[in-house]
């Protein structure tokens, strides 16, 4: 019987700094590494991770490679989504590390759901013709070897945020709407590319299940949903919802509610503990699960005002991690 932990954790813009810039890299390992440590995964899902630059040679991952030395990951194979040159982005990219051997891995940015057409209504000034939503991150689909010929389906996601998105003309600054259509507009534009990648999501499920059916799979990261938002479960697929019996081994199941009520939560904001940051596997996994733990006793409220960077080096999400029990 061998034990696999499985984590997800998003680091929230994990990066260097310029010199004499606080929080500095090191004073985030320093709050952060602990938290590595703890996890003791095998396997971890990681969003949000800034690639660095170095002189004559393409961007990497550095920043995170010095978070996990001196952890039982520093070695791990380490895989991310990519653009075309075959660095990795500048920001927040998608991240599977893993003790376990990597068969192969892919990204999926509408690839399986075309971006939708849609003209804006408050756009300044109007748009001449409609445009394409398209999503702004992809999803990351990895593959791992268990051992005697069995594979486990990885796919880490880092769904849109409910942030609206910005429309031309209809910003004062950053943070300060002209009108509040605009702004629900925002919010519109937000929630159909959200809904575009959970889609995404639930069809390379799909996708995998129709050539395996009995493939094991594990969906992790953040999906800026709580569990009853749609988001969710669109990539769940219950019975309840689908009304059909039929599908009931297509099932994603989240892993999170088997955490008491009170501990279920991954973010804070504005005094309420959200649950955010989710792991859904197959109902095959759950024959050898044994467990799941919540990190979410130091999280701070990233929504109070002077919650400023300074003085909360560590991220503001918590890590999920499920434990296994595999033959």
């Known amino acids: 019987m061998t034990t696999l932990r499985i984590a997800t954790f998003n680091l929230e813009n994990f990066d260097e700094t310029a010199p004499g ?7 985030r390992i320093a709050l952060m590494r602990p938290q590595i440590i703890r996890l003791r995964a095998d396997v971890a899902c990681f969003q949000e991770v800034n690639g660095q630059e170095r002189p004559g040679v393409p961007r ?18 380490v895989v991310s989504t990519k653009p075309e040159d075959n660095a990795v982005y500048n920001e927040r990219n998608l991240v599977v590390v893993s003790r376990l051997p990597v068969l192969a891995h892919r990204q999926l940015r509408n690839e399986l759901v075309a971006a939708p057409i ?39 996601v880092h769904l849109k945020s409910k942030i609206p998105t910005p429309i031309p003309g209809q910003m004062i600054d950053t943070y300060t709407w002209r009108t509040a259509d605009a702004w629900a507009e925002g919010a519109f534009i937000s929630s159909m590319k959200r809904m ?44 309840e919802d689908t ?8 099932v994603l199941v989240p892993i999170e509610q088997t955490v008491p009520q009170s501990s279920r939560y991954t973010l804070f904001h ?26 979410n006793e130091v999280l701070h409220d ?15 999400h918590a890590p999920v991690v499920a434990t296994f029990d595999l033959d």
């Open 118 to 156: 849609y003209q804006r209504l408050t756009a300044v000034p109007a748009d001449p013709q409609p445009i394409e939503i398209g999503v702004e991150r992809p999803i990351f689909h990895v593959e791992l070897d268990l051992g005697g010929g069995q594979r486990l389906h990885v796919i880490n």
């Open 21 to 27: 810039e606080r929080p500095s890299l090191a004073e």
């Open 196 to 239: 575009g990648q959970a889609l995404e999501v639930r069809r390379l499920v799909d996708q995998i299940l129709d050539g395996e059916p009995t493939a094991r799979i594990v969906v992790a990261g953040d999906f800026n949903a709580e569990p009853d938002e749609i988001p969710v479960m669109a990539i769940r697929g219950n019975v």
């Open 60 to 77: 990497a991952l550095l920043a995170l490679q010095e978070l996990l030395d001196g952890t039982n990951l520093e070695g791990a194979t």
């Open 302 to 316: 990233e929504s109070v005002s002077f919650a400023v960077d300074r003085k909360f080096p560590e991220s503001d």
């Open 243 to 250: 009304g059909n019996g039929d599908l009931a081994t297509r």
């Open 270 to 295: 504005q005094g309420r503990g959200d649950m955010l940051d989710h792991m859904l596997v197959t109902r095959n996994l759950l024959a050898h699960y044994r467990g799941s733990e919540i990190h």
